[in-house]
T-cell receptor, first 116, second 111 residues
Framework: KAGVTQTPRYLIKTRGQQVTLSCSPISGHRSVSWYQQTPGQGLQFLFEYFSETQRNKGNFPGRFSGRQFSNSRSEMNVSTLELGDSALYLC???????????????FGSGTRLTVV | GQQVMQIPQYQHVQEGEDFTTYCNSSTTLSNIQWYKQRPGGHPVFLIQLVKSGEVKKQKRLTFQFGEAKKNSSLHITATQTTDVGTYFCAGKVNTGNQFYFGTGTSLTVIP
């Protein structure tokens, strides 16, 4: 079956712009989480959605937002981009709430965002 | 705030040597997961540990969860070049639903 699909794979934006990233989870997966990965900070948690509800939010400014649709697809938006937002943004889906059963995340290949 | 630290940050081993990465949390964890990320790839789920003192094995990989559920380790016996990558632990705290990823250990295997 198809894995987690993230689009676009690569993106170059200028400071001040906004960007929307998309994630299609594995069919049947209801939980979607977003992570920011940078060489210096590792994997930083952004949000977790389950059945269209945001269950958890990480310590990121309000410029970072997200949502999940009824078909479990998710989007995250970053407004007023800063140079420091350059990173690999990873989406991860899980059949159930990660950790509540024996399910781990299945990660997508990520969207590499470069802010210039 | 909650932190999950891993040591070492980098490890170079000769092929055939053993390798261990350690994960330490400042608070008690409800469960811990381990992931492997190959260079240029994305993290891939390896295993989840839930019980205090739990030990699980996957071929040459041995995973342990500490008695106090604040630390965990991943041990690879007789490393192979296919083991190259960064190994992350991810812990979930009791009071929340958020997974905190460790800082990762990058393993290089020298043939």
């Amino acid at each position: 079956k198809a894995g987690v699909t993230q689009t676009p794979r690569y993106l170059i934006k200028t400071r001040g712009q906004q960007v929307t990233l998309s994630c299609s989870p594995i069919s049947g997966h209801r939980s979607v989480s977003w992570y920011q990965q940078t060489p210096g900070q590792g994997l930083q948690f952004l949000f977790e959605y389950f059945s269209e509800t945001q269950r958890n939010k990480g310590n990121f400014p309000g410029r970072f937002s997200g949502r999940q649709f009824s078909n479990s697809r998710s989007e995250m938006n970053v407004s007023t981009l800063e140079l420091g937002d350059s990173a690999l943004y990873l989406c991860a889906s899980s059949l159930d709430i990660p950790g509540d059963s024996n399910y781990g995340y299945t990660f997508g290949s990520g969207t590499r965002l470069t802010v210039v | 705030g909650q932190q999950v630290m891993q040591i070492p940050q980098y490890q170079h081993v000769q092929e055939g040597e053993d390798f261990t990465t350690y994960c330490n949390s400042s608070t008690t964890l409800s469960n811990i997961q381990w992931y492997k990320q190959r260079p240029g790839g994305h993290p891939v789920f390896l295993i989840q540990l839930v019980k205090s003192g739990e030990v699980k094995k996957q071929k040459r990989l041995t995973f342990q969860f500490g008695e106090a559920k604040k630390n965990s380790s991943l041990h690879i016996t007789a490393t192979q070049t296919t083991d190259v990558g960064t190994y992350f632990c991810a812990g979930k705290v009791n009071t929340g639903n958020q997974f905190y990823f460790g800082t990762g250990t990058s393993l290089t295997v020298i043939p």
